[in-house]
């Protein structure tokens, strides 16, 4: 069989790596419109649960990822001048252009093609392949030009953010939330190299406003940020890699297939980086989907309705717990009138996926701390 597949993110060049295993005489050759070595953003985080998937599918895959994770076991919430680490939570980090290199390289060595600085314009020309997968990312061209097909509907959410990195080493996935005249400015930061670190800042719109976000350029938006956060940066500079404010696009699709094209990973599916599960989904869209032709073989509509079954559910319980996530920072000048104990404790507990009992069990340093600090149960 041929796959055509648009776009060498994650989602793209596993599928591409799982489906040539399936059968060394697929052709399977990847579009990319960036040249090698280039992508947007910094380092992406993996939950030691989010690995698991990777563990139990693809255990060698795992083990060769591991190997280049950046690990710690502690959150630090940062409530303005106040620290509070919550145990029991491990996590590994990667730079995306890491992951994506070493990604592709897998994929090559099994017989992939990728064809880098090709921009897909022309989806249906790629469409007469067995199967054309829209692996292109949450603008997806694919998307876009099978619209009627797949349905699409995009939110964009309130809260604004930005994504930056800086040489700064921290040694916890730490939040980092600073109170202001504006309004409260978060920071996401996290080692996912030994002298990187990713450092997302996120405001809401009142603040962005306030603060006028708007008519900075990017220099002055920086020092605004450094300014802000100059007590964790210690010193570092922030950096940007084609980092402009966004407002958080949530995409679903109705339908995930259409004709011989099929969307997976942000193509698909958006759910808001407080999670950190993006990358996930999209490695687990190519397994699930690799499974679905393991079990079909060169039937694409039982192919593509399997793939589909099997990921639904899964995709909307995260979709739900991201969407509390993402609501919850929306309120965040509000939430941080709570005291710093109360304050961590409602946001280990923002999602509505982990319940006081599961927090006894795995952060009992941490509800040990909230119990002294009288923060009563349930709140
Ligand atoms: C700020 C932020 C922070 C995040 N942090 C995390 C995190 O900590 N952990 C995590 O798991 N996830 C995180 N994510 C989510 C994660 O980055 C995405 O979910 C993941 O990259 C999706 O992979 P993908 O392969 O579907 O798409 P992408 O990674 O977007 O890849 C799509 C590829 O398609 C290419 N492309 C697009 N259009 C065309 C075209 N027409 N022709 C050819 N090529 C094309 C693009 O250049 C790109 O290389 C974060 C996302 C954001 C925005």
Not at 48 to 58: N, P, S
Not at 250 to 265: I, M
Not at 283 to 312: N, Q, T, W, Y
Not at 361 to 374: H, K
Request: aromatic share 10%; glycine share 8%.
């Amino acid at each position: 069989m041929r796959f055509n597949i648009v776009g060498a993110g994650p989602a793209g060049l596993y599928f591409a790596y799982l489906v040539k295993g399936l059968d060394r005489s697929h052709e399977v050759v990847v579009y990319e419109q960036n040249p090698p070595s280039v992508t947007w953003g910094f380092g992406v985080v993996f939950s030691d649960r989010a690995l698991e998937f990777l563990r139990d599918d693809d255990p060698e895959t795992c083990e060769f990822l591991t190997a280049h994770l950046e690990r710690w076991n502690d959150i630090t919430v940062v409530h303005d001048h106040t620290a509070i680490p919550i145990d029991g939570n491990g996590f590994g980090a990667i730079g995306r252009l890491r992951l994506l290199e070493l990604l592709a390289e897998r994929a090559r060595e099994r017989g992939v093609k990728i064809v880098y600085g090709t921009r897909v314009e022309d989806v249906e020309a790629l469409a007469a392949a067995d199967v054309l997968v829209g692996a292109d990312g949450v603008n997806s061209r694919v998307r876009a030009q099978r619209q009627r097909g797949f349905g699409p509907q995009v939110e964009h959410r309130r809260n604004r953010f930005i994504w930056y990195g800086t040489t700064a080493p921290f040694d916890t996935l730490t939040l980092t939330f600073r109170l202001t005249d504006h309004g409260v400015y978060c920071a996401h930061h996290y080692r996912y190299r030994s002298d990187m670190s990713t450092f997302l800042v996120e405001v809401t719109e009142n603040t962005w406003r306030r603060a006028g976000f708007a008519d900075m350029d990017e220099i002055a938006t920086i020092a605004r940020c450094e300014r802000v956060f100059e007590a964790d940066l210690a010193g570092h500079a922030i950096v940007g890699n084609r980092s402009f404010w966004r407002r958080f696009p949530v995409l679903t699709n109705r339908c995930w297939s259409s004709g011989n094209v099929v969307l997976l990973g942000d193509a698909l599916r958006t759910v808001h980086f407080s999670i950190g599960s993006g990358t996930r989904l999209a490695m687990e869209d190519a397994i699930a989907l690799c499974k679905a032709f393991a079990d079909h073989g060169g039937d694409v509509p039982a192919a593509f309705e399997s793939f589909e079954a099997r990921r639904r559910p899964t995709t909307d319980k995260l979709g739900r717990a991201a969407r509390a996530s993402l609501a919850w920072y929306e309120e965040m000048d509000e939430r941080v009138a709570l005291p710093p104990m109360a304050f961590a404790k409602s946001y280990m507990t923002r999602t509505g996926r982990v319940d006081e009992t599961q927090l006894e069990r795995v952060a009992p340093r941490f509800m040990a701390a909230c119990r002294a600090a009288d923060v009563s149960p349930g709140s």
